[in-house]
């Protein structure tokens, strides 16, 4: 869904009109048209106030935020990272642009590395910036492997715990479609080479599949 699609969806499932809504939130009715109708992307606080109003998580609606924010220059390579992803419901990992290859969240940072010309692999470099930095719990559609760079990393896969760090085992590889979560030991980056068709055919760069 989009930014807008949730904020109409969630409104509509709790019997409210745009204008109780917005007196909920402390903003105008238009506020809230511009919202649902224009794909006008609201500043953090009213993000938060949204997420209180609807009943959603801060950090969810937060996500959705940021990458409904994501430049038009990026947004083929933001929008690849999260198409194939499958979050569980404790999944609450926002990331915002900070430039055009470079994502940033409260515990993480995501740098582009290279993508395949046929978009069959890409890689890229995931920073954890503290010890206890956990990548909460998501699955993909593609196979991925992690390699470790620096630091140490506890990789939950399927409810199974691995270890992977710069002083070995160094790499692991994650199935298609198999839930696993990251918890950083100590701070470190971890490559993660994602397998598989990663980019739309066919150059549809915009919106998200889902």
Same mark, same amino acid.
Request: net charge neutral.
């Given at each position: ?13 709790? !019997? ?8 909920? *939130? ?12 224009? !794909? ?17 998580? $801060? ?39 900070? $430039? ?13 590395? +290279? ?20 990548? +909460? ?11 470790? *760079? ?43 080479? +994602? ?16």
């Amino acid at each position: 869904m989009t930014f807008a699609e949730i904020i109409r969806f969630h409104r509509e499932r709790l !019997g409210l009109n745009k204008k109780q809504l917005a007196e909920k *939130v402390g903003v105008t009715q238009p506020y809230i048209v511009q919202i649902e109708n224009d !794909g006008k992307i609201p500043g953090d606080g009213v993000v938060l106030r949204l997420a209180d109003a609807l009943g959603l998580d $801060r950090r969810e609606l937060l996500f959705a935020a940021y990458r409904a924010r994501a430049s038009d220059d990026t947004r083929h390579y933001f929008h690849s990272i999260f198409d194939d992803l499958t979050p569980t419901e404790n999944f609450n990992q926002p990331f915002i642009e900070t $430039r055009k290859d470079h994502f940033e969240s409260p515990d993480f940072s995501l740098h582009h590395l +290279s993508t395949a010309p046929d978009g069959i692999y890409q890689v890229a470099l995931l920073t954890a910036k503290s010890e206890g930095a956990r990548f +909460s719990p998501h699955a993909h559609r593609i196979p991925q492997v992690f390699v470790a *760079v620096e630091g140490e990393f506890e990789v939950m896969v399927d409810g199974r715990k691995h270890r992977v760090a710069a002083d070995g085992p160094l790499s692991l590889e994650i199935p298609a479609n198999t839930a696993h979560e990251i918890l950083a030991k100590t701070p470190g980056r971890l490559l993660t080479i +994602s397998l598989g068709q990663v980019l739309r055919a066919g150059g549809d760069h915009g919106g998200r599949r889902k």
